[in-house]
């Protein structure tokens, strides 16, 4: 039996209704994360850029990142972080540290 999409994660992801900046190349857009894991996030707007695009992101309390766009999705796009496998483990440890602080 193939696993599901949860257990090939690398990483949990973590239902987030952060704030965002995203500059889709000519411009800063407001958005919201709609979930983030340490290899991922999916942003809530109405953009749609290419997929395969580099994009620059600044996540409230989180710091800077890029990332590829993998799909669009009814709400949003979807993205996949440019880190190193270190700094992506960061960030699922502070967001699972978010979590029980609450």
Same mark, same amino acid.
């Given at each position: 039996?193939?696993?599901? #999409?949860?257990? $090939? $994660?690398?990483?949990p ?5 952060? %704030? &965002? ?5 000519? #411009?800063?857009?407001?958005t919201?994360? %709609? ?11 109405? @953009? $749609?850029?290419?997929?395969? @695009? ?14 590829? /766009?993998?799909?669009? /999705?009814e709400?949003?796009? &979807?993205?996949?972080? %440019?880190? #190193?496998?270190?700094?992506? @483990? @960061?960030? &699922?440890?502070?967001? &699972? ?6």
């Open positions: 039996m193939e696993p599901n #999409s949860a257990e $090939r $994660r690398l990483f992801r973590y239902l987030r209704g952060l %704030k &965002a900046l995203i500059n889709l190349g000519d #411009s800063w857009e407001t919201e994360c %709609k979930d983030i894991s340490g290899c991922g996030i999916r942003f809530i707007t109405d @953009q $749609r850029p290419e997929l395969k @695009q580099t994009i620059e992101i600044h996540i409230d309390n989180l710091g800077r990142f890029e990332g590829i /766009v993998l799909r669009h /999705v709400d949003g796009f &979807a993205v996949q972080l %440019k880190a #190193s496998e270190f700094i992506m @483990q @960061q960030l &699922a440890e502070q967001l &699972a540290c978010e979590l029980v602080e609450g």
